[in-house]
């Protein structure tokens, strides 16, 4: 067994993680993993960008090179007098001083600046939630956002969700696994279960054969 979990790949381990947590059938209400810590977030979040942001750029006393522009699946943007340049993984500043180098080469001390107007993120930092939700879905990740967002934003358990056997994946900590009682949070409004969410968490909701 130890053989074969060297040999898949990080994206096959997680996977069968996942997998692993929705096939269990909540016969008790609670799991073997520790539970979730009540605050999760980084006081320093910085927003990244990521595909489907849709991005103003402004150019200072430019307005023919100011422009609303999507970030395309690749990653990459394209604005006037800029072909293509990968915003992915960068911040606006950091993406705003890029374009600005860009731009020095036909406008004279260009000043830009770059504003998100539709947040998504990139795909490593989004919360994917997967199981007995209401809605499954993967979702931009906000700083200090909470367990009972997320599940407000999926629409809540199904009847058959085994909503205190489900289990958060924290990639950010090497796909370490935390208990959460999402049942005692929505049906039994016990806001002493409501945790802060992590960039990249996967919320994973397994069903109840009773």
């Known amino acids: 067994m130890k053989t074969l979990h060297r040999l898949l790949s990080p994206a096959a381990r997680l996977l069968a993680i996942v997998l692993a947590g929705l096939l269990v059938t909540a016969c008790a209400s609670s799991n073997s993993f520790p539970p979730a810590p009540a605050q999760a977030a980084n006081d ?12 103003n750029i402004i150019v200072w006393r430019n307005p023919e090179l100011s422009m609303s522009v999507p970030v395309r699946p690749d990653g ?16 606006s500043v950091e993406l705003a001083r890029e374009i600005e180098g860009v731009l020095g080469k036909y406008v004279r001390d260009p000043v830009v600046t770059v504003l998100v107007t539709n947040f998504v993120g990139p795909y490593s930092e989004q919360i994917r939630v997967v199981g007995a939700a209401a809605k499954p879905q993967a979702l931009a990740f906000k700083n200090k956002m909470t367990l009972l967002d997320v599940m407000i934003a999926v629409g809540g358990l199904t009847d058959f969700a085994a909503g205190n056997s489900a289990t958060i994946l924290r990639t950010s900590e090497g796909n370490k696994q935390y208990s959460v009682r999402l049942r005692d949070l929505m049906k039994g409004g016990d806001v002493s279960a409501n945790v802060e969410m992590r960039p990249g968490d996967i919320l994973i909701i ?5």
């Open 44 to 55: 320093d979040y910085t927003y990244r960008i990521g595909p489907g942001d849709t991005l």
């Open 76 to 91: 990459k943007i394209a604005a006037p007098l800029v072909d293509e340049i990968v915003a992915q993984g960068k911040t």
């Open 206 to 210: 397994p069903q109840s054969l009773f």
